[in-house]
């Protein structure tokens, strides 16, 4: 499904959503004095590309460890990034707004908000979809990774510019390109299945 460069970072980037997780930052990081904050934000960022970056090279091993096909990996993909797009559309009611007492470590911003399960799966579908291409795969993650960083650390200027509306508009907006996106791959998922079925 994934076929270039772009399109694998633009996945990525829908998936990890960094404007979406400016408000969990802003959070997570109320109870961290702000001369720190970037160096948190820095390492959160690097431990979830560190995660992301196992998975893109241990993926294969996986698959085969689990006896999972790519098909199979390519139809629960497709449902996990409907279902998280569907979040974005609809977004949850908020959280209870218990600050935590401690400065974040890992979980929540690397893990979920960041490489969550659906970030996870779509590294390791596009390994399986392309092995040739691994390192085009990684080059994507890096831009995405950088993005993510780069918006993040801009978060409280961005909330201060453009206003925490106009932000989560654009959420729901991307939401709706990665429906779009998750009935693709779900679509391209069945049709491959009845070829194999034809096939057979």
């Known amino acids: 499904m994934i076929t ?33 904050r970037w160096r948190v934000i820095l390492r959160e960022v690097l431990i979830a590309f560190a995660l992301l970056l196992a998975f893109m090279f241990l993926g294969d091993g996986f698959l085969r460890l689990m006896n999972l096909s790519p098909l199979s990996l390519q139809m629960a993909g ?22 935590p007492v401690s400065e974040p470590l890992i979980v929540p911003l690397a893990v979920p908000a960041l490489a969550g399960p659906s970030a996870l799966a779509t590294v390791m579908l596009l390994v399986s979809q392309a092995p040739e291409r691994r390192w085009e795969w990684v080059a994507a993650l890096c831009v995405t990774m950088a993005v993510c960083a780069v918006v993040l650390l801009l978060a409280e200027r961005l909330q201060r510019v453009v206003g925490l509306r106009v932000l989560l508009a654009f959420e729901r907006l991307m939401g709706l390109i990665l429906v779009a996106l998750s009935v693709e791959m779900l679509l391209r998922a069945v049709r491959e299945l009845a070829r194999q079925l034809a096939s057979a």
């Open 4 to 36: 270039t460069f772009g399109s694998a970072t633009i996945l990525l980037l829908l998936i990890t959503d960094p404007l979406g997780n400016i408000p969990i930052f802003a959070n997570a990081l109320k109870p961290v004095p702000v001369q720190r």
């Open 78 to 99: 497709g449902v996990v990034l409907f279902l998280i797009a569907l979040r974005m559309v609809f977004p949850p009611p908020p959280l209870p707004a218990d600050a």
